[in-house]
Nanobody, 121 residues
Framework: QVQLVESGGGLVQAGGSLRLSCLAS????????MGWYRQAPGQQRELVAG???????NYADSVKGRFTISRDNAKNTLSLQMDSLKPEDTAVYYC???????????????WGQGTQVTVSS
């Protein structure tokens, strides 16, 4: 099994910045897509940013130009730099990695436990 541990959430004023990190607890054989999701109270979980196995990225329209996703395969980490934060960015942020633990095993989705981001106005 793989555990994903997130860090970097917190409280920040509007216009400020935060950097989220997600660390996988063990090495794995294959790494496919990775992404950050968020869920605000009463809302569905939504994709914020994703990166595939060749480094191509995609972003939700609401965060384009403000958030930057990056991955470090050697360190089993995924990061999300969040700048120019707005109150509507307030949510629990989750990282997800699609991994294969062996050369023959299936790819599976693994989720972090979530980290709270609160942006005050």
């Amino acid at each position: 099994q793989v555990q994903l541990v997130e860090s970097g959430g917190g409280l920040v004023q509007a216009g400020g910045s935060l950097r989220l990190s997600c660390l996988a607890s063990r090495r794995f054989f294959r790494l496919d897509t990775m992404g950050w999701y968020r869920q605000a109270p009463g809302q569905q979980r939504e994709l914020v940013a994703g990166v595939n196995n060749v480094g191509s990225t995609n972003y939700a329209d609401s965060v384009k130009g403000r958030f930057t996703i990056s991955r470090d395969n050697a360190k089993n980490t995924l990061s999300l730099q969040m700048d120019s934060l707005k109150p509507e960015d307030t949510a629990v942020y989750y990282c997800k990695m699609t991994l294969g633990l062996s050369s023959t095993g299936p790819l599976r989705d693994y989720w972090g436990q979530g980290t709270q981001v609160t942006v005050s106005s």
